[in-house]
């Protein structure tokens, strides 16, 4: 049973352009979501997070907000750089339950 | 200061063999985590320490996996009798938790675990 899921495997932009990646979600008790980046042979490095009593988290070019009505959260970066080169997970938890569910990552590639 | 670490970094083993992996967390986080990653899959949740408190074991996929927190820092993950199965990358992570809520968890660089 996949509680967190991104259906994009991967996503192509160019440079300079906005990426926007999207994560959605069944479990309503979710109250919290973050978004972790990861780099080939590194560990996932925390980007951005958000509560459920907010509807959007902005963070420089990081942007992610939250639809709960829809069960769906989604990151916007603008601009768009080639160091953002990267798989980025989407994870979700709830108060109680310290471990992180994982969406199962989408393959983010800047074009220059 | 140093991030999580862990070691080793790879670990080729034979199916049937048993493997240890260890996790050094940050210095003062009071919480670890371990997950494990299959090719091609999300992160999966296998156990979570907090504290003295007894540890969150509902992830771990069989009576294979146990893991242990020695003197509230460093931990061990240990798999017995590997199979084909077990073969993924192995990651740690910790987090700093004074009370209730989510917080941010910080993940080492992973162990690669090959079965062969």
């Known amino acids: 049973d996949q509680q967190v899921k991104q259906n994009s495997p991967s996503l192509s932009v160019q440079e300079g352009r906005i990426s926007i990646l999207n994560c959605d979600y069944t479990n309503s008790m979710f109250d919290y979501f973050l978004w972790y980046k990861k780099y080939p042979a590194e560990g996932p490095t925390f980007l951005i997070s958000?509560?459920?009593?907010?509807d959007k988290n902005e963070d420089g070019r990081f942007t992610v907000f939250l639809n709960k009505s829809a069960k769906h959260l989604s990151l916007h970066i603008v601009p768009s750089q080639p160091g953002d080169s990267a798989v980025y997970f989407c994870a979700a938890s709830f108060q109680g339950a310290q471990k992180l569910v994982f969406g199962q990552g989408t393959r983010l590639t800047i074009n220059p | 200061g140093a991030g999580v670490s862990q070691s080793p970094s790879n670990k080729v083993t034979e199916k049937g063999k048993d493997v240890e992996l260890r996790c050094d967390p940050i210095s003062g986080h009071t919480a670890l985590y371990w997950y494990r990653q299959s090719l091609g899959q999300g992160l999966e949740f296998l156990i979570y320490f907090q504290g003295n408190s007894a540890p969150d074991k509902s992830g771990l996929p069989s009576d294979r996996f146990s893991a242990e927190r020695t003197g509230g820092s460093v931990s061990t993950l240990t798999i017995q009798r590997t199979q084909q199965e077990d073969s993924a990358v192995y990651l740690c992570?910790?987090?700093?938790?004074?009370?209730?809520?989510?917080?941010?968890?910080?993940f080492g660089p992973g162990t690669r675990l090959t079965v062969t």
């Open positions: 958000i509560s459920s009593i907010k």
């Open positions: 992570a910790s987090s700093y938790n004074y009370g209730q809520g989510s917080y941010e968890q910080y």
